[in-house]
Nanobody, 123 residues
Framework: VQLQASGGGWVQAGGSLRLSCEAS????????MAWFRQTPGMEREFVAA???????RYADSVKGRFIFSRDSGKNTAYLQMRSLRPEDAANYFC??????????????????WGQGTQVTVSS
């Protein structure tokens, strides 16, 4: 199984970026896909997650600014990030879990991870 994340880059505060994550090699539809982020020396932090038939979930810090979406029936997820702040700068990872779980914000529950895509936000 491979997760390919892309779309990171440099942006000024207030700008936008759109991250993509494509999961390949899965034998079935991944019920839960998520985005986490991490900065050096810090723990991996939940950003957003989505499952089939369920409304996306967001961390409080990104609500109203980030939008999680998925291609219908595909193991592809997106994260549209708007009004970016310097504190949003991090390495963003996508993750996959085959079934829904209420603890979707805990990284230990995910089966597969992508390599990360770096987001830099300048003030």
């Amino acid at each position: 199984v491979q997760l390919q994340a892309s779309g990171g880059g440099w942006v000024q505060a207030g700008g936008s970026l759109r991250l993509s994550c494509e999961a390949s090699g899965l034998s079935s539809y991944a019920y839960l896909m998520a985005w986490f982020r991490q900065t050096p020396g810090m723990e991996r932090e939940f950003v957003a997650a989505g499952g089939s038939g369920r409304s996306p979930r967001y961390a409080d810090s990104v609500k109203g600014r980030f939008i999680f979406s998925r291609d219908s029936g595909k193991n592809t997820a997106y994260l549209q990030m708007r009004s970016l702040r310097p504190e949003d700068a991090a390495n963003y990872f996508c993750a996959v879990r085959r079934v829904w779980i209420t603890a979707y914000d805990n990284p230990v529950h995910y089966d597969y991870w992508g390599q990360g895509t770096q987001v830099t936000v300048s003030s």
